[in-house]
Nanobody, 121 residues
Framework: HVQLVESGGGSVQAGGSLRLSCAAS????????MGWFRQAPGKEREGVAA???????TYTDSVKGRFTISQDDAKKNVYLQMNSLKVEDTAMYYC????????????????WGQGTQVTVS
């Protein structure tokens, strides 16, 4: 049973930084894709960044150069380092997983965490 637990959200001023963590357990495949998504009030959930089991990372254009996705050596935790935060980055952030990073469509990800709130003012 796959479980994902996010942490690290909070409130920060524009220009500041936060580091989100996602602790994963129960995933049995050697190949996987871990993604970070966000959803602001009244908006659709969107993909922010993803990393596969080989360490290949992808980002949505709006966060390129500001956000970095990474994973630990045991590949049990995935991180999202967010720098130069903007007010428009305010959202609930979720991590999710699927077998391969062939798409960032939220509908394609079958396992989700409960989310962690990021507020930038």
């Amino acid at each position: 049973h796959v479980q994902l637990v996010e942490s690290g959200g909070g409130s920060v001023q524009a220009g500041g930084s936060l580091r989100l963590s996602c602790a994963a357990s129960g995933y049995t495949y050697s190949s996987y894709c871990m993604g970070w998504f966000r959803q602001a009030p009244g908006k659709e959930r969107e993909g922010v960044a993803a990393i596969d089991s080989d360490g290949l990372a992808t980002y949505t254009d709006s966060v390129k150069g500001r956000f970095t996705i990474s994973q630990d050596d045991a590949k049990k935790n995935v991180y999202l380092q967010m720098n130069s935060l903007k007010v428009e980055d305010t959202a609930m952030y979720y991590c999710a997983t699927r077998r391969y990073c062939t798409t960032m469509s939220p509908a394609a990800f079958g396992y989700w965490g409960q989310g962690t709130q990021v507020t930038v003012s």
